[in-house]
């Protein structure tokens, strides 16, 4: 160590005992004068530079200096040790926990009652941290630390050591604990979270969860092993399935009406497997994941309790329920060895069959990633299917095989449409086929199946004999009505300045989102048709724009729609435009309208005539004209194609 460093350890050292002294002790000034003095020949003594004096410091020896163990200064420190608690309640207590970009004030204050310690204060927004620890050798420093957020009545309280290294103490909503006259909590006033714990020996499993959430054993299924815990907290509700890999029995159940969509990530086993969501008038109505482990399969799904008299539309998940479901599912442990498959017993007259293998050729449904069933179109309406499928068989599927139509309203689509990938064991699929509205109003459903390169058609279920299918409803344009933007929404591909959108969105979304609105509030007036609701993505100058099926274009065609902003976001500021693009793909601007919150509306009447004779994919455009784009919230109100004469 060169002596640079020796010095800066030196003083570092000294300083510390110094503190303590001076903050412990009343000191007389000659005895004051005589202390200052010792320290710097401590201090030098450890440089090296007075060696006569290492052997009266006490515990060191002269000439076995390179054996003592250094003095190091302070390695952590009060910011360092806020962002570890941070980092420790995000991983432990979810989303609702303060976010990782919060910017925090601190300042030091004063250590009241507290000899020889020093206390720093830090805020953000409605979250309030202070950290204090004793003046002592930093390798032994134990930081105190109190999290609180007073608005909703949370507490945290933990120890953190000079490594890093945190422990939660108490864990409280505050309001729930403190009396009036209980301003100064300890630790042993609050009690921390109770966790209870499930064990299932038969499959080898356990998971802790909290004791608010009430847990359940129950049957799932018709097979002998099937098995499930409901957990139940208020009215919510999650239910872990899970089974042996080889029996029979399938997890999951149908799903409700919406868009399933992925987003992000759950852990089972320590694995990682995509969320998805069930998202319907833009609200959470179902969270759902799963997959095949070793010998389990475990599927996990949160809802609404429904034996009541929930109202559907008004249901969605809260976060910190969300967070809750997925931290239990996250706490599933093997307590044994994996399960081997059951030998097969032999009788000495009959022998016993031996268990039937993995098929060749096995689907898992996994979800309807575009047009869920029951979507309305108009009549004639170009749209894309897209299912996502796994591959639980012990074959590969190359691009031999084929998705077959089978039965039902084949809409227009061909009869079988190649597999576009290599899919091997265990892989997912995400297969599309483009599809055609029947012109007459009704409810249709179409049957599909995988076909194997042999001619062998299969499906998902237990003899993998199960078709999945296509289903929308036909419903009448208004009679003069060509073309209702509206009614075929979903029709188009929608996407912002970050991605490719589901449709139709989910109205928490902050990457952008399109929703038809049945009786939409404008800024001027209340109506009873539709709309379609537009948000660009919640960047300065964000954007949305959906790109319709190919119109043919004829003589006395008309656009037209009303433009404007939603009643009561008042700092509405928008551009939309009205583009096409041409059979080669060029995209070529019609026009474009700024609207602001005035109490007007923009009314268009656009003549196409010049497009006359040509196939073209109209592009509905919204693009937000300010840095508030939380209240960029626009509508095209009954967009339309309609003939003149």
């Known amino acids: 160590m060169n002596a640079h460093v020796k010095i800066q350890h030196a003083l570092n050292h000294a300083t510390m005992q110094f503190k303590q002294i001076i903050y412990c002790h009343r000191i007389p000034r000659f005895d004051f004068l005589i202390l200052l003095i010792f320290l710097l020949a401590l201090m030098l003594s450890a440089c090296g530079s007075i060696p006569a004096l290492a052997g009266v410091v006490p515990g060191r020896q002269q000439g076995n200096e390179a054996q003592s163990e250094p003095f190091l200064p302070p390695v952590f420190g009060p910011e360092a040790v806020r962002e570890a608690a941070l980092d420790f309640v995000r991983g432990n207590y979810g989303r609702s926990m303060p976010a990782s970009d919060l910017i925090w004030a601190g300042r030091e204050l004063p250590a009241d009652g507290m000899v020889g310690a020093s206390v720093f204060q830090y805020s953000s927004g409605p979250w309030s941290m202070q950290v204090s620890y004793p003046l002592v050798a930093p390798k032994d420093t134990i930081y105190s630390i109190q999290l609180r957020r007073e608005d909703v009545g949370f507490l945290w309280e933990g120890l953190v050591d000079a490594t890093g290294q945190v422990t939660t103490t108490a864990i409280s909503n505050v309001e729930a604990t403190l009396t009036p006259t209980q301003n100064n909590p300890s630790p042993t006033d609050v009690p921390a979270v109770e966790m209870r714990n499930f064990r299932d020996d038969k499959y080898h499993l356990a998971l802790q969860y909290p ?92 809802d609404v309790d429904f034996s009541g008299n929930t109202d559907y539309d008004v249901v969605d998940i809260p976060g910190f329920i969300a967070d809750q479901a997925e931290e239990i599912a996250a706490s599933i442990i093997r307590t044994g060895p994996p399960i081997s498959p059951p030998a097969p017993t032999q009788t000495p007259v009959v022998p016993t069959p031996t ?151 989910y109205s928490s979304s902050d990457e952008g989102f399109a929703q038809v609105l049945n009786s939409p509030k404008l800024e001027n007036r209340n109506e009873n048709e539709p709309a379609i609701w537009v948000h660009p993505n919640e960047e300065k100058y964000g954007w949305i724009e959906g790109t319709y099926p190919s119109i043919k274009i004829e003589e006395g065609d008309h656009f037209k729609a009303w433009a404007g902003c939603l009643k009561d976001y008042d700092r509405c500021s928008l551009k939309f435009y009205l583009d096409y693009e041409d059979k080669n793909g060029k995209v070529h601007h019609l026009e474009e309208w700024i609207e602001e919150y005035d109490g007007q509306v923009t009314m268009i009447d656009l003549d196409l005539s010049a497009l006359a004779g040509e196939k073209v994919r109209f592009v509905l455009g919204v693009e937000a004209l300010t840095k508030n784009v939380d209240d960029a919230q626009g509508f095209w109100f009954v967009p339309h194609i309609i003939r003149e004469d």
């Open 211 to 302: 004791a608010d959430w009430s847990l359940t054993e129950i049957s799932y299924g018709s097979g002998a092993n099937a098995h499930a815990i409901r957990l139940q907290k208020e009215s919510w509700t999650l239910v872990i399935h899970y089974k042996l890999a080889w029996d029979k029995n399938t997890l999951g159940g149908g799903l409700p009406a919406g868009d399933v969509v992925e987003r992000g990530w759950a852990t089972v086993l320590s694995r990682s497997i995509p969320r998805h969501y069930v998202v319907y008038g833009g609200k959470d109505k179902v969270l759902f994941y799963g997959d095949r482990f070793e010998d389990l399969e475990i599927f996990v799904r949160l």
């Open 355 to 505: 268990p039937i293998p993995v098929p060749c050729n096995a689907i898992s449904f996994q979800a309807d990633l575009t047009i869920p069933d029951g979507t309305i179109f108009g009549p004639n309406a170009d749209f894309v299917k897209t299912w996502r499928l796994r591959n639980i068989g012990s074959c590969s599927w190359d691009t031999d095989y084929d998705l077959v139509f089978v039965e039902g309203a084949q809409m227009g689509a061909a009869k079988a449409v190649a597999l576009p990938e290599k899919i091997r064991p265990g892989e997912r699929l995400d297969i599309s086929v483009p599809l055609t509205s029947p012109s007459k109003a009704g409810e249709y459903r179409g049957y599909w199946m995988l076909r194997s390169d042999s001619g062998e058609y299969f499906g998902y279920g237990s003899s993998a004999n199960k078709a999945f299918w296509v289903e929308i409803e036909v419903v009448e344009t208004v009679d003069d009505y060509k073309y209702d933007f509206a009614l075929n929404l979903c029709a188009a591909t929608w996407r912002s300045e970050v991605l490719r959108l589901p449709c139709p969105g």
